[in-house]
């Protein structure tokens, strides 16, 4: 069945390093891939996402690469900031779904002052 | 403008009893979808409703249902609660179905333990 994995699952840097998170899917159908963020006691925002039509996508201090071929996808935080300590999630759209996605077991990401 | 509200935020039940989950949508939204986060993992699609109807559904067993009334909020129905159903449920809202941006908008979730 469809599945995405998501690593690693804790992650810890110095305020100002960069973040890389790496996700992998195995449905070839996704062509969509958002990535969300949830702080403590709230739910899921999303922060940045790419279609399967683009291979990079850049917003600010965050971006998004994806290798269809690889079937990889991969989020990356630059000069991070205290407040970007939260739990991200990639996600993958499933196979004939609207607004239906497969989630990846999260990421916990602590920024270090 | 309100986002997606969810209630109740907190709640505990026994073994066998049945739970009712409520969403309200973000302004403009017309689908909805029910989400199962369990502790530490990534939120699981349960279902999605438009229109008042069940359009698709994830792998979870009938014990598992819900509603969309016609102001477009939601509710979701779990009878016969095992210990394993304790989880965070999520309600999303999305735009018309036209729009299809991708973006789904949480609420905060209801937290279910089951006793």
């Known amino acids: 069945g469809e599945n995405v994995e998501q690593h690693p699952s804790t992650l810890s840097v110095q305020e100002g390093d960069s973040a890389v998170i790496k996700c992998t899917y195995s449905?070839?159908?996704?062509?969509?891939f958002p990535w969300y963020k949830q702080e403590l006691g709230k739910g899921p925002q999303l922060i940045i996402d790419i279609r399967s039509n683009v291979g990079e996508k850049k917003d600010q201090r965050i971006a998004v690469t994806l290798n269809k071929t690889a079937k990889h996808f991969s989020l990356h935080i630059t000069e991070t900031q205290p407040e970007d300590s939260a739990v991200y999630f990639c996600?993958?759209?499933?196979?004939?779904?609207?607004?239906?996605?497969?989630f990846g077991t999260g990421t916990r990401l602590k920024v270090l002052a | 403008d309100a986002g997606v509200t969810q209630s109740p935020t907190h709640l505990i039940k026994t073994r066998g009893q049945q739970v009712t989950l409520r969403c309200s949508p973000k302004?403009?939204?017309?689908?909805v979808s029910w989400y199962q986060q369990a502790l530490g993992q990534g939120p699981q699609f349960i279902f999605q409703y438009y229109e008042e109807e069940e359009r698709q559904r994830g792998n979870f067993p009938d014990r598992f249902s819900g509603h969309q009334f016609p102001n477009y909020s939601s509710e979701l129905n779990v009878n016969a609660l095992l210990l394993g159903d304790s989880a965070l449920y999520l309600c999303?809202?999305?735009?018309?179905?036209?729009?299809?941006?991708?973006?789904?908008?949480f609420g905060e979730g209801s937290r279910l333990t089951v006793l």
């Open positions: 996600a993958a759209s499933i196979r004939g779904g609207t607004y239906k996605y497969i």
């Open positions: 999303a809202s999305s735009p018309l179905a036209g729009a299809n941006t991708g973006e789904l908008f």
């Open positions: 449905d070839s159908a996704s062509n969509y």
């Open positions: 302004s403009g939204h017309d689908t």
